[in-house]
């Protein structure tokens, strides 16, 4: 299906189901492999081995979000601008952007691998702890050029329309990493490292693939003679400033939460975050992968005027977040000690107790947490960037660090209680900004 038949023509409900489910499908791989990913570290390598990934993955994840900031930034404009028909600008937005992430992985891989052993250190870890997380994040940082671009792709992906294409992709980038990492783990005894370099492989195998379609021209999108601008480059800054917040500024709060955790539990404190960090990870690409996957079609529509589909839409994207959070929250509350045992093993009884007390306060997150990862990824969609930037930065940055403040003497309570109390006022924020941008929202049709 074309993507204008697909975005225009096909009724709300119907596109809701068939560009969510392939999307949701999609990311939920990608999220079964980030568990097993866990799973592989914590089982065959250890505990320490499990915390030092966990100590490592904030600044793996930053390491992608500079990436995820132009791959997003520049699907809100390009879909837009292919909504009004103005393909050429579009196809402009999609040439830039590739070029972009590719440089930014460069130069942020670069500096990552000098400073790991460093940010280690900051971070408190010693001895074969902080050997292990700078191991982990070296791989990554030494991959990062060609690895950083598989996620704006899946993007591009969904804009031509190619939504099956989109969700093939990541089960088989999970797969590849997957079954790499077991043999690299469990067959070959190799370290730490090896989980990561994976990982790296089934992204960049992947990451080529997509791109093939892209170069033989076969696809809406395709590759043009760049033409870059200041006003472009702020565009897609602009654009994907909201996720760039939420990926980086999210990691620079768990830093800081890890630096407390080594603090007041030790690595016992830093793995029941990791549990709760893989959690969320989990659910986030669940609701990412629904929330994100209707952006284009969004954007699409919004550019062409088509004001009551995005509503239509949007009303399907809100409904199902609900649904998906409160069934999360059920799932968590009642089975946190299965959770634990998914990741970790032998008989630590404190570690289990921690854990389970831990999960079953983050689980009241996801009474709430729907409303805000809804409405960012709405006020995205429709170029309302500057609203989705401060629900994305309050959510992700400044309620985190004012509830660190207010509840340190709780010590390691106040940091399960974080997020929860985090969703709230975020949830609290969204309504007032949908409230906000009514008349905008409910504008009648060109």
């Known amino acids: ?141 030494l991959c990062s050029p060609l690895t950083t671009i598989v996620f704006a792709v899946d993007n591009y992906l969904r804009i031509c329309g190619k939504i099956n294409s989109s969700m093939f992709l990541n089960i088989l980038m999970a797969s590849i990493s997957a079954v790499l990492e077991f043999v690299f783990l469990y067959i070959f005894k190799w370290g730490i490292w090896g989980a990561a370099f994976a990982t790296c492989i089934g992204m960049i195998i992947c990451a080529l693939i997509a791109f093939v379609p892209f170069f033989r021209g076969n696809m809406l999108l395709h590759f043009c003679r760049p033409r870059f601008s200041f006003s472009l480059t702020k565009k897609i800054i602009v654009c994907g400033m909201p996720n760039f917040l939420n990926n980086s500024a999210a990691r620079i709060v768990s830093v800081i939460m890890n630096m407390l955790l080594v603090r007041f539990g030790g690595e016992t404190a830093v793995s029941v975050y990791g549990v709760l960090m893989y959690v969320e990870g989990f659910m986030q690409s669940v609701l990412y992968g629904m929330c994100d996957s209707l952006q284009p079609s969004v954007g699409y529509n919004w550019g062409a005027g088509k004001y009551s589909r995005v509503r239509a839409i949007e009303k399907c994207c809100f409904t199902a977040s609900f649904i998906v959070s409160a069934l999360a929250m059920l799932v968590i509350f009642v089975f946190p000690e299965q959770i634990t045992h998914i990741f970790v093993t032998g008989d630590d009884l404190e570690l289990l107790k921690m854990s389970v007390y831990a999960l079953k306060i983050f689980s009241l997150t996801y009474a709430v947490r729907w409303l805000s990862f809804a409405a960012q990824s709405y006020m995205l969609a429709i170029s309302k960037s500057a609203y989705a930037s401060v629900i994305s930065l309050s959510t992700a940055l400044i309620f985190p660090l004012f509830f660190i403040l207010i509840l340190q003497k709780l010590e390691l309570t106040g940091i399960w209680l974080n997020m929860p109390l985090t969703s709230l006022l975020a949830g609290i924020l969204s309504i007032f900004i949908i409230f906000k941008t009514k008349d905008e929202l409910t504008q009648k049709d060109l």
């Open 1 to 141: 299906m074309n993507s204008k038949t697909l975005f225009i023509n096909t009724s709300p409900v119907k596109l809701f189901f068939i560009a969510v489910i392939p999307g949701s499908i999609g990311m939920l791989a990608s999220a079964l492999y980030q568990l097993i990913d866990g799973i592989f570290v914590g089982q065959i390598l250890g505990a320490t081995p499990f915390a030092a990934l966990n100590l490592a993955m904030p600044f793996v994840i930053i390491n992608f979000s500079l990436a995820d900031l132009i791959g997003v930034g520049s699907s809100v404009p390009i879909s837009i601008n292919l909504g009004q028909k103005n393909n050429k600008e579009a196809n402009n937005i999609f040439t830039c952007a590739c070029i972009m992430i590719i440089l930014s992985g460069i130069l942020i891989g670069a500096l990552l691998y000098g400073a790991a052993p460093i940010l280690m250190k900051i971070m408190g870890a010693q001895g074969e702890f902080a050997a292990l997380a700078t191991q982990y994040l070296r791989v990554y940082a």
